[in-house]
């Protein structure tokens, strides 16, 4: 059983800085990415960026050039850098991952169960 697992959210000011961490555990055989998406009270969820196995980095418009998306493959580990954070960044944050837990299974995605960001104005 895969599981993946936040942390790193909480309460910062307008312009403060937030690592948010996401570890994935369990019968993994090979992860194909990773990424993280943002659900805002009422709204749906969003992808903010993801990161392939190859290190290709792809971001949301209103990610770019205040969160940095990086993993450390040993350690199955996925991170977002958010800098410059603005209220309308305040949400929930879920870490997601594909990935094969047996070689011979398909891809699959997995989610973990999220952690909370609330920016203050």
């Known amino acids: 059983q895969v599981q993946l697992v936040e942390s790193g959210g909480g309460l910062v000011q307008a312009g403060g800085s937030l690592r948010l961490s996401c570890a994935a555990s369990g019968s993994i055989f090979r992860i194909n990415g990773m990424g993280w998406y943002h659900q805002a009270p009422g709204k749906q969820r969003e992808l903010v960026a993801a990161?392939?196995?190859?290190?290709?980095?792809n971001y949301a418009d209103s990610a770019k050039g205040r969160f940095t998306i990086s993993r450390d493959a040993a350690k199955n580990t996925v991170y977002l850098q958010m800098n410059s954070l603005k209220p309308e960044d305040t949400g929930v944050y879920c870490c997601n991952a594909e990935l094969r837990e047996r070689p011979w299974a398909p891809a699959r995605d997995y989610w973990g169960q999220g952690t909370q960001v609330t920016v203050s104005s």
């Open positions: 990161i392939t196995t190859g290190g290709n980095t």
